[in-house]
């Protein structure tokens, strides 16, 4: 034995600069691994703490941000909640918001399948301030456009075709930050005629053909439409048209939504502006004004924090951008669609035999809902690499969910979903956990599976805040670039 032990420790000894070099290198990697890898949330900001908005009612309005070329402009986007000026209980309003994001993708479920089964049953470039919707009530965004010489502030919908706004003479609508909408007192206000090709386009658009038929044997000229939501919001109305100014940019003959009797959880805003794809979309009818190109940037949810809602292609982005194809699927045709081809956590790649499949982007969706096979893999190499914290009770579609109240910041590992191209969306790290408590003993990973493989999944706003993300309708493509979204 002692022999043995004398023939080994030279060569021991040999090796030693040789080993200290490999256990350096392999310290330095992984230190930039961790690094690149995790990030760290501060997990008690005062932003969560219940508070009472100072600003008046008429912050709701968003601003415009100015023009960039001829045929661009920019708006602010914000969260509605901002402008109520009422105290605000964070904890009841997220709880909340988790019950009606479910009931909304309940609903594009089923507007889906509908579509798919070839049923019609209902279910240049201008930049706008975008705001986050939190203080009307709603996670949703909000712009400010001028409708015939009148602000109205919208929810931004890239799931929705038609733009509406509630009207006078209203039979039954909901209260609105704001005076409604008055066709009357405006010279630019056209109506839309039942045997119009634009009415026939409301069964693209909404589920709905225009509703024409006649009255106490009296025909009716005008065209109606019908929105249904799946939280039984609705919006029902006559179809007009009307001067729609987008910053610095005037579109003339917009048809819109005069909402006379609107129902649902739309928070203080007008109404609602349809980014979607079909003809009566706001892209569609100002592709001649922005080429078929929008943009937005999705501010957090700090207060006072805001956004930016761009048309056309002169958007201000410093970081590169990188590009994926729109999936073209006849049978969801109003909707953008992406190859989702992976996802990582902490850099280590996921596999699931659902990758490849298509999954819709949408502004009006807050959590992203993934296929249950994904799901899984994401949060079992979620929990695996944030690992030694205390767990805490699922809460409604979240079942990841921790107590971090004792904890002042954690290092979480990245989320990053990777789509046809190779092109990348970093889910920034304020879009990782969803903060069920305010007070951190409840925080959950905000993303949640859907019920069935088949289902078609859903990149919700959650994720997508502080990110630029361009939709090139023309090109058929869309963009995602890192960026600070607060102005």
Known sequence: MSKKATFLLPLNLS??????????????????HG???????????????????????????????????????????????????????????????????NLRVQSLQLKIKAMSSSTTESISEAQTPLTSGMKLQTLNYIVTVDLGGRNMTLIVDTGSDLTWVQCQPCKSCYNQQGPLYDPSVSSSYKTVFCNSSTCQDL????????????????????????????????????????????GDTNVESFVFGCGRSNKGLFGGASGLMGLGRSSVSLVSQTMKSFNGVFSYCLPSLE??????????????????????????????????????????IGGVELESSS???????????VITRLPPSIYKAVKRE????????????????????????????VSIPTIKMIFQGNAELEVDVTGVFYFVKPDASLVCLALASLSYENDVGIIGNYQQKNQRVIYDTKQEKLGIAGENCSF
Request: glycine content about 10%; some cysteine; aromatic content about 10%.
């Open 203 to 246: 069964v693209e658009a909404t589920g709905n053909s225009g509703l024409c038929g006649g009255n106490n044997g009296v025909d009716k000229t005008t065209c109606d439409y019908v929105v249904s939501y799946g939280d039984g919001s609705y919006t029902r109305g006559d179809l007009g048209s009307e001067s729609i100014q987008l």
């Open 15 to 32: 090796l030693a600069p040789f080993l200290l070099v490999l256990l350096y290198h392999l310290l330095s990697c992984v230190a930039v």
């Open 355 to 365: 990758f490849g499949r298509g999954i819709l982007i949408d502004s009006g969706t």
């Open 382 to 409: 979620f929990l695996k690499q944030f690992s030694g914290f205390p767990s805490a009770p699922s809460y409604s579609i979240l079942d990841t969910c921790f107590n971090l109240t004792s904890y002042e910041d």
């Open 35 to 101: 690094v690149q890898e995790k990030k760290i949330l501060t997990l008690h900001n005062n932003i969560w703490s219940p508070m009472k908005s100072n600003e008046a009612p008429s912050s709701c309005f968003s601003h415009n941000l100015g023009k960039g070329r001829e045929s661009s402009t920019t708006l602010e986007m914000k969260h509605r909640e901002i402008c109520s000026g009422k105290t605000i209980d964070w904890g009841k309003k997220l709880r909340r918001a988790l019950t009606l994001d």
């Open 303 to 344: 207060d006072g924090a805001s956004g930016s809602l761009s048309f056309g292609d002169d958007y201000k982005n410093s970081t590169s951008v990188s590009y994926t194809p729109l999936v073209q699927n006849p049978q969801l045709s109003s909707f953008y669609v992406l190859n989702l081809t992976g996802a990582s």
